[in-house]
């Protein structure tokens, strides 16, 4: 504390200099108080983070498992937080996971002998119901606690963080009382990789381990390269469902008490109460968005809701492009195209997230901090995306879909008819002549590797990454917006930016068909201000040459006619357009006049 303070001193009295250089009066010095508080206090958030993160009261708990620390990782700070954790939640058992294809067999082996997963008809694949009341994020239960409210933003959920670490903490006593804690060291992006970042989640959702498993490097690789002292992101979830001695599980535990917490400052994040990917898969939206956004922001890179996309037209020419949509919008389905012209190639990186960081030649270079695709199901088929009916035909996790007759997993989109019987998403017969409701929840997931992928890009592990010539944003409009249209630079490309909406689908709370504004497509997903956001955007723009920046376009392929049909191309048309607008293909550059013709459309 005494350290602290000493911190605080210090920055009073830079205060007191400011003012005094600036010839400013006292309210303009409170007013450099605020400018310290946002801006200079991140210079010593580093410091701040060491403070409180390891800082730990609680004795070594004698707890199965725990012994194990000491040959399990030298980071002393790591198997210090391993500890306070298992003080604090109480487990049965402690079991340290190394991401192998054993231990994942064993976690399965156990959830079907629990009635947690039912074995498919598939390689190596499962099928998982959720309960009724967890089958989405809870955007109003998700909060950013930041020092201050401001930091925080109007688009966010803010409480103090010493009020929230005390709500956490009260939930967090005892919640994993006769579970496992599982401790998962996972890397979003290649390992060793200069863009990549690496996290540790501590859960007591053996359905949540299978996941990460699939949905990022997670195991014995992440853990080694923290080495003894490296940094990481430490993310704390429990179901917040105890179990008394003798006490019976259920298929599918979870709390009606929800919370999604995420600490900017300190870089970590804590979720209770839920079991469903976007509030439990810790590694996803909460850190490859929320907190990476912040750190991002700290350190001059993008972190986006971006698919990555490679296309090589037929002379040999590749290009690499980022695009950004709101969720269930057609990103995977984009991310995994066939174009439709001959001669052409798409090839994938990834579908939702895009960490995007300078390399030395000035171009931005991005990977996806991704491992698998946790895709949408209904909707996908082999007409919309046969690559993703493909890249989940084995190894893969289904949630909330439809049980066939002959053990098989459907959903509304999958075959023009729907079979005659089936086994709905609430485990209950469903009869395509008598019922009425959907047999798969809308929001019904896939969560599959992406190396089974069959357009998977050669480049998709690239520690360096992939450069980036374009970036696209959209979003589902019936009416109003054109087909596509380019930013004049890259101020009018964060405009384009700022101005996405979209019309809302069923991955998230609210009415569906309502538009929603959702700038950059960030808006359930930003970890600070928006404003500040926007301001940060505009600040890439200035860290290279303009000629070395992507090129911003903004499309929209879900505008309707007056008879409710779909009026433009699909996916491979307008991409493979824009990719010859990039490259000139076709003598492009010599006619001008289309460089105005593109605007008006």
Known sequence: QIYLYSIEIFIFFYNLFLATICNCNINNTIMLSSFRNRFIGRGISSIYRQQVRYYS???????????????????????????????????????????????????????????????????????????????????????????????????????????????????????????????MPFSMGPVGSKIAHVGVQVTDSPFVVCNMRIMTRMGSPALQSLGSDKEYVPCVHSVGVPLKDGQKDVAWPCNKTKYIVHFPEERSIMSYGSGYGGNALLGKKCFSLRIASTMARDDSWLAEHMLILGITNPQGEKKYIAAAFPSACGKTNLAMMTPSLPGWKVETIGDDIAWMKFGTDGRLYAINPENGFFGVAPGTSRKSNPNAVDAISQNTIFTNVALTDDNDVWWEGLTENAPEHLIDWHGKDWNSSASSKPAAHPNSRFTAPLSQCPTIDPNWDSPEGVPISAIIFGGRRSKTVPLVYQAFDWKHGVFMGASVASEQTAAAEGTVGSLRHDPFAMLPFLGYNMADYFAHWLSIGKKTQADKLPKIFYVNWFRKNAQGKFMWPGFGEVIIWLIILLIGFLLVRKLKRINYLRYSM
């Open 57 to 183: 009261t609680t004795s070594t708990p004698n707890i199965p498992g725990l012994s194990d620390l000491d040959s399990w990782t030298p980071h002393n700070k790591l198997k210090q937080w391993v500890k306070d954790q298992a003080a604090l939640l109480k487990p049965s058992s402690v079991h340290l996971c190394d991401g192998s294809q054993e231990e994942y067999n064993k976690l399965t082996e156990v959830m079907v002998k629990n009635g947690v997963i039912t074995p498919l008809d598939r390689p190596n694949s499962f099928l998982g119901r959720s309960d009724p009341d967890d089958v989405a994020r809870v955007e109003s239960r998700t909060f950013i606690c930041s020092k201050s409210k401001e930091e925080a933003g109007p688009t966010n959920n803010w409480k103090d963080p010493k009020e929230m670490k005390e709500i956490m903490n009260s939930l967090y006593d005892g919640a994993m009382s006769g579970r496992t804690m599982y401790v």
